[in-house]
């Protein structure tokens, strides 16, 4: 079982930039694909960016070039750097760590960025 606790959101302002923090339990940490996700209010959960063990990242559109994802194995941790933040980034943040059969969420990290 892996554990996520997910730190780094708060508030800022649009054009600023926040380093969101997933820290992982368990010593199979490196056989996750980690990935962020966020819900906005009234929103469904959505996709932001994912990371595989090969340190291979996949985005959505909508944060390409603003948004990197990056893990650091031997701290079981994944960062997602956000910049040129927009109020539309708005939302609670939740990390995941997934492989076939498997799926486990954090409790999320609010971010708002004002206008």
Excluded at 18 to 43: E, F, V
Excluded at 86 to 112: E, H, L, M
């Amino acid at each position: 079982q892996v554990q996520l606790v997910e730190s780094g959101g708060g508030l800022v302002q649009a054009g600023g930039s926040l380093r969101l923090s997933c820290a992982a339990s368990g010593n199979t940490y490196r056989t996750y694909i980690m990935g962020w996700y966020r819900q906005a209010p009234g929103k469904q959960r959505e996709l932001v960016a994912t990371i595989t063990s090969g340190d291979t990242s996949n985005y959505a559109d909508s944060v390409k070039g603003r948004f990197t994802i990056s893990r650091d194995n031997a701290k079981n941790t994944v960062y997602l750097q956000m910049n040129s933040l927009k109020p539309d980034d708005t939302a609670v943040y939740y990390c995941n760590a997934r492989r076939i059969g498997f799926s486990y969420w954090g409790q999320g990290t609010q971010v708002t960025v004002s206008s």
